[in-house]
């Protein structure tokens, strides 16, 4: 069974603080996702990495996906209020494109 | 607003109750999903439609029946549901089913509550 473990599972941080986020797994991956739900919504798409050792970068965001497509991470600078929420990352399965989703990481960022 | 509208936003329901979720999709897609989504687990993917045809089912008890009657419109039919049945309910959709890099929207969610 495929599972991709989040760390840390839980963030609280102040404000301008730097913090990574990482999701890990023994599966290889073809691609992976990650999103950021907020209360009361769905998740929502932030960046899909394909190719292994990508690094994309949005904003205050970057993404790296692993040399071997089993891990990633995202590491966010200079946090913000607004970036407070559950951050998920999911894994296409190589074979059946089904994406697995992470245990989740919610990050809550103080003003 | 993501293209992708689900109601109820709310339902509590006693475990010999019928009734039914239902999602909406106006972003001109193929393929329609269903996650639960509970407070200790990971999202756990439900049902999968492509061309309003199932194409997984990932072992969801019988109580749970999905319905597509067309490429916009997605139910959950809810029946004599447990209290460990209570999660929030995503719909979500794709432009295609099986893409290594298609992109998922999803709906805000119904937050269900079995008593």
């Known amino acids: 069974t495929q599972l991709l473990e989040q760390s840390p599972q839980f963030l609280s941080i102040q404000e301008g603080e730097n913090l990574t986020v990482y999701c890990n797994s023994s599966?290889?991956?073809?691609?992976l996702q990650w999103y950021r739900q907020e209360p009361g919504e769905g998740p929502v798409l932030l960046v899909t990495v394909v190719t292994g050792g990508e690094v994309k970068k949005l904003k205050r965001l970057t993404f790296q996906f692993g040399d071997a497509r089993k891990d990633s991470s995202l590491h966010i600078t200079a946090a913000q209020p607004g970036d407070t929420g559950l951050y998920l990352c999911a894994g296409a399965d190589a074979g059946t494109y089904k994406y697995i989703f992470g245990t989740g990481t919610r990050l809550k960022v103080l003003a | 607003e993501t293209g992708v509208t689900q109601t109820p936003r709310h339902l509590v329901m006693g475990m010999t109750n019928k009734k039914s979720l239902k999602c909406e999709q106006h972003l001109g897609h193929n393929a329609m999903y269903w996650y639960k989504q509970s407070a200790k687990k990971p999202l756990e993917l439900m049902f999968v439609?492509?061309?309003?045809?199932?194409?997984e089912n990932n072992s969801v008890p019988s109580r749970f029946s999905p319905e597509c009657p067309n490429s916009s419109h997605l139910f959950l039919h809810l029946h004599t549901l447990q209290p460990e049945d209570s999660a929030l309910y995503l719909c979500?959709?794709?432009?295609?089913?099986?893409?290594?890099?298609?992109?998922?929207?999803f709906g805000p969610g119904t937050r269900l509550t079995v008593l």
């Open positions: 439609y492509s061309l309003e045809e199932r194409v």
């Open positions: 599966s290889v991956f073809s691609s």
């Open positions: 979500a959709s794709s432009q295609a089913q099986g893409s290594a890099a298609d992109t998922q929207y």
